[in-house]
């Protein structure tokens, strides 16, 4: 018989999701499989409250404006949605925290406030991943924990250190630290006049500071996207840029194909998988470009559908089993 478990889905609006791409949409998919009850609501929808009440009760801590979901994939009528409702999350056994970045202060926020409910047990939510650990481990910024799986890597403010490291490298990638999707990410050659410009335009507009990576010519073969469910890969795809396209994000025009995991793969996965596990970071879509690690993503790595196509597995039903190792005990 299945589990019967409560699970909301903190998410963009899902009347805009791609239901042939979107792994959120996977992910609830299965979990509507499993029999489990589905709730979602936007980030703008989450209330924190504290201290106590009449009658010297303590007030619900965490609620959020959500409405009962289920979903189907029918092109233009893949969801049916409830009436919306004021959840109690630390009702919910898992959240899964799927909104979009940017990595902002809005996102940081939302992390401070699922800490409240964040747990295993009466009056906790299991949070997926791990808020602290997401708000603690950008993508951008995590992967510089393991230098020896890297290339050349400088992040800073400093516009003289950037100039040195092109002079260094001749041929860097310059994006934007707290980016996601390809946004704002520029190739700049040896020869390139821009980079001035791009970075007095950059810091014009932002308080933050750039990355900035020496270019891999191994991109032109594919940009890999290695999920892994608790620390262990689960499948790949490579996404391979369009003609004339420095970057292969697929939101950019980049083309997801079949691809094996090379022992460098295997190797980068044992070297990062015990910090994911320990941190808590059960669905994590890694970025490897050649035998080089270049990102880590938590916050909501996408794959599953392109993975599950090719390789004919039920990834989404990994990391659902994942989750109920950690729900029962395990890690």
Same mark, same amino acid.
């Given at each position: 018989m299945s589990r019967s478990l409560k699970i909301a889905v903190?998410?963009?609006?899902?009347?805009?999701i791609d239901i042939n791409g979107d792994s959120t949409f996977a992910l609830m998919?299965?979990?509507?499989?499993?029999?489990?009850?589905?709730?979602?609501?936007?980030?703008?929808?989450?209330?924190?409250?504290?201290?106590?009440?009449?009658?010297g009760a303590r007030a619900e801590r965490l609620t959020a404006r959500a *409405?009962?979901?289920? +979903?189907?994939?029918?092109? &233009?009528?893949?969801?049916?949605?409830?009436?919306?409702?004021?959840? $109690?999350?630390s009702a919910m056994d898992v959240i899964l925290m799927r909104q979009d970045p940017p990595f902002d202060m809005a996102y940081i926020s939302a992390t401070h406030m699922l800490e409240h409910v964040h747990g295993i047990g009466p009056g906790k939510a299991l949070v997926v991943n791990d808020p602290e650990s997401v708000r603690n481990a950008p993508e951008k910024l995590l992967v510089t924990h393991f230098p020896d799986l890297m290339p050349p890597t400088l992040v800073?403010?400093?516009?003289?250190?950037?100039?040195?490291?092109?002079?260094?490298? *001749?041929?860097?990638? +310059?994006k934007p630290?707290? &980016?996601n999707g390809g946004a704002g990410v520029f190739r700049i050659?040896? $020869?390139?006049e821009n980079l001035n410009s791009l970075l007095e335009m950059h810091f014009a507009r932002s308080r933050e500071p750039l990355m900035i990576q020496r270019y891999e010519p191994a991109v032109r073969r594919g940009d890999k996207r290695i999920i892994l469910a608790d620390g262990v890969p689960i499948g790949a795809i490579n996404r391979v840029p369009a003609q004339g396209e420095a970057r292969s994000n697929m939101h950019v025009g980049g083309r997801a194909v079949k691809v094996e995991l090379s022992p460098r793969d295997r190797e980068i996965c044992e070297a990062i998988g015990p910090m994911l596990r320990e941190k808590g970071l059960i669905?994590?879509?890694?970025?490897?470009?050649?035998?080089?690690?270049?990102?880590?993503?938590?916050?909501?790595?996408?794959g599953l559908q392109e993975i599950d196509r090719f390789d004919g597995i039920n990834s989404a039903g990994l990391i659902w089993d994942c989750i109920l190792r950690r729900l029962d005990g395990g890690v």
């Amino acid at each position: 018989m299945s589990r019967s478990l409560k699970i909301a889905v903190q998410m963009d609006p899902l009347s805009g999701i791609d239901i042939n791409g979107d792994s959120t949409f996977a992910l609830m998919l299965e979990a509507q499989a499993r029999g489990y009850d589905l709730f979602v609501y936007q980030v703008q929808g989450l209330s924190l409250r504290e201290g106590r009440v009449a009658g010297g009760a303590r007030a619900e801590r965490l609620t959020a404006r959500a *409405r009962p979901a289920r +979903v189907r994939r029918v092109a &233009g009528d893949h969801a049916e949605l409830g009436e919306e409702q004021v959840l $109690d999350l630390s009702a919910m056994d898992v959240i899964l925290m799927r909104q979009d970045p940017p990595f902002d202060m809005a996102y940081i926020s939302a992390t401070h406030m699922l800490e409240h409910v964040h747990g295993i047990g009466p009056g906790k939510a299991l949070v997926v991943n791990d808020p602290e650990s997401v708000r603690n481990a950008p993508e951008k910024l995590l992967v510089t924990h393991f230098p020896d799986l890297m290339p050349p890597t400088l992040v800073t403010w400093d516009v003289l250190a950037i100039r040195e490291f092109r002079a260094e490298w *001749r041929d860097i990638i +310059v994006k934007p630290l707290f &980016g996601n999707g390809g946004a704002g990410v520029f190739r700049i050659r040896e $020869d390139d006049e821009n980079l001035n410009s791009l970075l007095e335009m950059h810091f014009a507009r932002s308080r933050e500071p750039l990355m900035i990576q020496r270019y891999e010519p191994a991109v032109r073969r594919g940009d890999k996207r290695i999920i892994l469910a608790d620390g262990v890969p689960i499948g790949a795809i490579n996404r391979v840029p369009a003609q004339g396209e420095a970057r292969s994000n697929m939101h950019v025009g980049g083309r997801a194909v079949k691809v094996e995991l090379s022992p460098r793969d295997r190797e980068i996965c044992e070297a990062i998988g015990p910090m994911l596990r320990e941190k808590g970071l059960i669905f994590v879509g890694i970025d490897v470009i050649g035998d080089w690690l270049t990102e880590i993503n938590v916050t909501s790595p996408t794959g599953l559908q392109e993975i599950d196509r090719f390789d004919g597995i039920n990834s989404a039903g990994l990391i659902w089993d994942c989750i109920l190792r950690r729900l029962d005990g395990g890690v």
